[in-house]
């Protein structure tokens, strides 16, 4: 019952429900070898992949902070890390989630699309779809960008800032084993904020700055099916 297992057994969940957004329509449409989403149905699935990509985000920070005050004031631990706190955390993070989601179907909403529009991908990937709209999507360029900045940046920002207190305790240990210790500690949640965040990054690129779509289907494969499946080993790791 302690809290970094709590936050990953919620981890875990969303990162279910994240693959579940895309993988079973890919392997329908494989099987029936039709590629057709309405208009809705992307809109779903784009919100929802908003949803469980922001709340993997902010469950990330919150683990970095819980390893913060394990490392950093480990007797205060019990106190700090309570049952009501961790609860309060992990509303927070689906409720900054459940907003993320549903500003940026605001703004998908807003595009003007022609009829029988081809997405070069294997699901609603929000970067391809705005310049997919026929009418000027300018604005809505710009606000995702805020967007991503905030509900992106700021956790990233927690995750560093957390990580650099946690090193410069560790770094005063004057024991070699307390030191191995600690990091031994941090070691598999700071794998899966590389993974998560450099694939989701690299994702975000290819399919934003690449002309081959190929390269930005690749990418996203990554992010999207190998980071959560790797989560599971992190998971066993923690143990």
């Known amino acids: 019952h302690q809290p970094m297992f709590i936050l990953l057994s ?3 969940m969303a990162d279910i429900g994240f693959t579940s957004t895309t993988i079973p329509k890919m392997i329908l449409d494989i ?27 902010t469950l990330l ?3 970095a902070y819980d390893r913060f005050v394990a490392i ?16 309060l ?3 927070v993070s689906f409720l900054i989630s459940l907003m993320n989601s549903q500003l940026h179907c605001l703004l998908m909403s807003q595009l003007s699309f ?6 070069p ?13 026929c009418n000027d999507n300018s604005t809505n360029n710009i606000l995702i960008y805020i967007f991503g900045a905030i509900f992106g940046g700021v956790p990233l920002s927690g995750i560093i800032f957390s990580y650099y207190k946690i090193v410069s305790s560790i770094l005063r240990v004057p024991s070699s084993g307390g030191k191995y210790k600690a990091f031994v500690t941090c070691g598999s949640h700071l794998s899966v904020v590389c993974l998560f965040y450099g694939t989701g ?25 190998v980071t959560p499946m790797l989560n599971p080993i992190n998971l066993q790791n923690q143990n």
């Not at 989403?37 to 985000?57: E, H, M, R, V």
């Not at 950093?72 to 609860?87: D, F, G, Q, S, T």
């Not at 990054?201 to 099916?225: D, E, F, R, W």
Request: aromatic share 12%; net charge positive; hydrophobic share 45%.
């Open 10 to 12: 919620i981890l875990s």
């Open 31 to 57: 099987q029936t070898h039709s590629g057709v989403i309405s208009y809705a149905g992307c809109l779903i699935q784009l919100s929802f992949c908003y949803f469980f990509g922001c709340l993997d985000s």
């Open 61 to 63: 920070t919150v683990m």
């Open 72 to 87: 950093c004031y480990p007797l205060h631990y019990p106190v700090i890390m309570n049952p009501r706190l961790c609860i």
């Open 89 to 91: 955390l992990v509303l």
């Open 114 to 119: 022609c009829t029988n529009v081809e997405i």
């Open 121 to 133: 991908h294997f699901f609603c990937e929000p970067p391809l779809l705005p310049k997919l709209a």
């Open 201 to 225: 990054l690299g994702g975000y690129l290819s399919s934003t700055v690449s002309h081959s779509p190929k390269k930005g289907a690749v990418a996203s494969v990554a992010y999207m099916i």
